[in-house]
């Protein structure tokens, strides 16, 4: 009997049909939580902070963070992070087909505890590049989570780095064993003297020791160019140099009159060197000091910072109108009026003696191109009773005599004074100032002449009034009538209308004490440097002999006595 004929077509498409069911039953009973592939699924984009958090979807490990684009099956699901430096989070989330989701997670800050220890104790500890105030132990507690570097040193052995990771509320610990190292020590000649060094970010010392190694050397001073450079330091000593090169400026001035005399100073090795002015003159970087004179004008004085370019300035020097000879008193703010004084003209002069003793040479021409105004007198006990209420005369027929036993700071203190009262700048003279204004036009070692037994009508010196109470060689024959101090005004002036420059009292001036004029300057500008605990004296006293009481003669002291009292210059 024939069997019936199969429709195999038919057949391939049932077949089909089946297989598809079976694949959809299949995806929709799978286990897991990923994507169905037929039904279709849910996409997360999962990110925290910080990073590399282990991912959980139901119980089931993922990766880390961050993840994009992570298919799971629609439905509700729960997601859990995991950081070992911080507390689990978990959320859950319900998603359908087709969804796209971002979870992000801030992890909470956590906390453990660290403690630092090394041997031998008392090391300098940095934890993540801060140095922290105490040194080994340490037990820092709460502390964050988290890897941290870990560094501990003491001077004379190695230096320790440890990566540490404190997890949350846990106790980690850290130990250091700090061996020896060989030590240098470092010596640096350097130049300029006032070079400031750093070695390894500390200030040099000389003779400071250090481990050996590399370590980079700082140098530093104003003007000069900045160095830095390696050097390596063996066992034992080291001997090494550093000499900075200068920073370097053109400076170009403009100057009116043109005749007039320029300085520039600068610092030069701790020191302020002068140097006259040369157009274009090539001046180092750093602060400028500009000095101008010429005859007839006021100085003119600048300061200026340098830079590594060039420099233009302008110089321009007001004519002084004044009236050589005119006397003159200014008023007090208190009342009354200061000291009598007289305008005295510019000119040269020859300063010292080639006949005096040997602090009075070598002679040498000196410019006075800034002319001044001196006391007619030295300063009264009137006078500097108004300064000082104490040192009032007794009664009035003391009130003209000059005031003694004072000391150079006295005087330096009393000018200032007057300066505040008057407006007017008041200070003590130069030496040379000194010198030219007792001159007055004269070269002789007198004012008058040189003729000592002219004296008694010029000058109150040690004379036969005086040997009626005192005992000395070398004394005049004449006669003054004053024992002791007269009072100002009693002998006639010279020239410059000033009285008593030689005799009655020796007379403070600004200037440092030097025993010789080598060196010294070819203007009226005090003489600085030297011995300035002791100052000059100049002009002889009431107990001076003829030769102690020359226009050239010059003493000092540091402290005042009866001899000795003062005169001021008012500057124009």
């Known amino acids: 009997m024939a069997r019936p004929k199969v429709d195999n077509k038919k057949l391939r498409w049932t077949l089909i049909a089946v297989l598809a069911v079976f694949i959809v039953m299949a995806d929709w009973y799978a286990d897991g939580v990923g994507p169905r592939l037929i039904l279709g699924s849910a996409t997360l984009n999962l990110t925290s902070d910080p990073d590399e958090a282990r991912v959980f979807i139901d119980g089931e490990a993922v990766g880390r963070t961050p993840m994009r684009e992570l298919g799971v099956r629609p439905g509700e699901r729960v997601v859990r992070l995991e950081h070992r430096f911080h507390d689990p989070v978990a959320q859950r989330l319900d998603t359908g087909r087709g969804d796209v989701r971002d979870v992000h997670v801030d992890f909470a800050p956590a906390t453990g505890s660290l403690e630092i220890v090394s041997n031998p104790r008392g090391a300098q500890l940095v934890v993540n590049g801060e140095k922290l105030e105490d040194a080994s132990p340490v037990l820092l507690s709460p502390f964050p ?19 540490a990771e404190v997890l949350p ?16 020590e470092l010596y640096v000649s350097r130049s300029p003297g006032n070079v400031k060094l750093e070695v390894g970010g500390k200030p040099y010392q000389p003779g400071m020791t250090l481990p050996i190694g590399t370590y980079k050397l700082r140098a530093a001073s104003p003007g000069y160019e900045s160095q830095e450079l390696s050097v390596e330091l063996v066992a034992g000593r080291n001997d090494r140099s550093v000499r900075l090169v200068r920073l370097q400026g053109s400076l170009s001035l403009a100057i009116e009159p043109g005749d007039a005399s320029v300085e520039v100073s600068y610092p030069d090795g701790g020191e302020w060197r002068t140097v006259p002015y040369e157009d274009g003159m090539t001046v180092p970087t750093g602060p400028v000091r500009l000095r101008a004179s010429a005859v007839g004008h006021r100085n003119y004085e600048r300061r200026l910072t340098m830079q590594a370019k060039p420099l233009r300035h302008a110089v321009r020097l007001e004519k002084y109108n004044i009236e050589p000879g005119r006397q003159f008193r200014d008023a007090l703010t208190d ?11 510019t000119g040269t002069f020859r300063m010292g003696s080639d006949t005096g003793s040997a602090d009075e040479r070598p002679v ?16 009264t006990r009137e006078d500097f009773a108004r300064f000082k209420p104490s040192e009032a005369p007794d009664d009035a027929s003391q009130a003209r005599l000059p005031i003694t036993r004072v000391s150079w700071r006295a005087a330096q203190d009393y000018a200032e004074w007057l300066s505040e009262q008057t407006g007017n700048r008041y200070r003590l003279p130069s030496e040379a100032e000194w010198e030219y204004a007792a001159r007055a036009g004269t070269d002789s070692p007198f004012h008058f002449g040189s003729d000592p037994e002219q ?8 004379d036969a009034t005086f040997l009626a109470q005192y005992a000395k060689d070398g004394t005049i024959d004449c ?6 101090t007269a009072a100002v005004g009693t002998f006639k002036p010279n020239a410059f209308g000033i009285h008593d420059m030689l005799g009655n009292v020796e007379e403070w001036v600004v200037d440092c004490w030097h025993d010789n004029y080598r060196g ?53």
């Not at 004296?455 to 040690?462: E, M, Q």
Request: net charge positive; glycine share 12%.
């Open 145 to 163: 989570t988290g890897a941290h570097e870990v560094s501990a040193t003491i001077h004379g052995r190695q230096l320790k780095t440890q990566i």
């Open 169 to 184: 509320r846990q106790q980690t610990d850290v130990s250091f064993e700090l061996e020896r190292v060989p030590m240098s």
């Open 335 to 345: 009342g009354g009026e200061g000291p009598l004084v007289v305008i005295v003209p």
């Open 364 to 379: 040498r021409a000196v410019s006075v191109s800034q002319p001044f105004a001196i006391g007619v007198h030295e300063i």
């Open 455 to 462: 004296f008694c009508a010029h000058a109150n010196i040690a």
């Open 479 to 484: 006669s003054d009538d004053n024992i002791r």
């Open 520 to 572: 010294a300057p070819s203007g009226q500008e005090p003489r600085t440097g030297g011995t300035c605990a002791t100052r000059i004296l100049r002009g002889g006293a009431w107990d001076s002999i003829p030769g102690e009481a020359t226009v050239s003669y010059r003493t000092s002291s540091t402290r005042g006595s009866g001899t000795r009292g003062f005169r001021v210059v008012r500057e124009l």
